[in-house]
């Protein structure tokens, strides 16, 4: 389950996460989460949730893993998405 923070996502807070913690997710994008690695510590992925019209199912992309691709790479990457499914 995905933690709602309510408060933009840091590098400092990614790099410090524990594995295995709550997923969060991003405050400017719909759908965009961050998955912790299940073992190690400031690593994780990038996943972007979205409604699939064709198929009428949600769906999940992964996008690229963390610290390879930043923040503002995987929330601007995620926004691209989102315009090419509309």
Known sequence: MAVHSGKRLTDSKLRNIAPNSNQLTSSSVAGLVFKPSSCT????????????KFSKKRTKL???HYPKM????AEEEAKFLRAALK
Not at 41 to 52: C, E, F, N, P, S
Not at 70 to 73: E, L, M, P, Q
């Open 41 to 52: 510590k400031g690593t994780g992925a990038w996943i972007l949730h979205y409604y699939d």
């Open 62 to 64: 992964t996008l690229r």
């Open 70 to 73: 930043g923040i503002a790479a």
